[in-house]
């Protein structure tokens, strides 16, 4: 088989891949298909897929090298040190420990307070039951198209720092514009610009997550909070989103620079358990 059939869905993010079987490995022209899908459509959707952690990694790596924690920055999963595979469930089991718990992840792009936040993660679903909940990714290059051009020249020039949520008690944190006379969160930060740049699709993205403490760099306490809420309300409002409602053998591949991502709480007591492979990213620009 050369190339891949596919259905785009609603909004111009999300596209699922038909008729892949993943174990086999890809050919070039099915990589490079691949590729262009998730420059296009940021969140690419397999389904019915049966791999074993080898065959993940292979399909994952194909797209860029492994993200590997530094000991000095935690992220989720980096107490396993060595291991590029984190489980994200709901309860502890077989498949080791477990992350991220059951309760609300607020919309974010992984691993945005580091020097180089990943580039794209994949989530692949092994044990999940009914009513347990989605994940919903949001388009941040139209969340940028939408804004008007006014804020566009203001958020232009601007650098942002998200302080590491982990080094606060685990769920503790949510969005959050840090007033620096009164509080700076612990930990070294690293400031990126709020417009960044794809460097593959050269298109702007709003590099701003909704979930963590942030603030804008140089910029009085007053201006940067009333232009993070206006940012906020311009995010949760938007309508350019994916919902994936998760099956047992669900591949999703999304592209972390250019979207962020939100899961819903559920009942503790449902069972989701999934594993997520994620690719190394470049200092944004
Ligand atoms: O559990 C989910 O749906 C998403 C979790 C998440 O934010 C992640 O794996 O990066
Ligand atoms: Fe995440």
Redesign the pocket.
Known sequence: MTKFRFSENNNGIGVTVHEADLSLGLTPSQILQIQELLNRYKVVIFKNQNLNDDQLSEFAFRFGPPFVPDKNFPV?GSQDSGNSIVI?GNQANEYSKSY?GHQE?LPHS?HQWLKCPSSA?L?YALDIHLNS?P?VWFDMVQAYNMLDSEIKSIIEEINSITYNPFYRPFGSVSAKYVDRDIDIPPGDTFPHPLVRTHPLTKEKILYLNIAYELDFVGVPYKVGNELFSKLYDHIINLSYKYEHQWHNGDLVFWDNRSTI?Y?PSFDSSIRRV?K?VTIAGEMPY
């Open positions: 989720l994200v991220l992840v992984d993660s989530l909940a994940t991502h899961r999934l997520r």
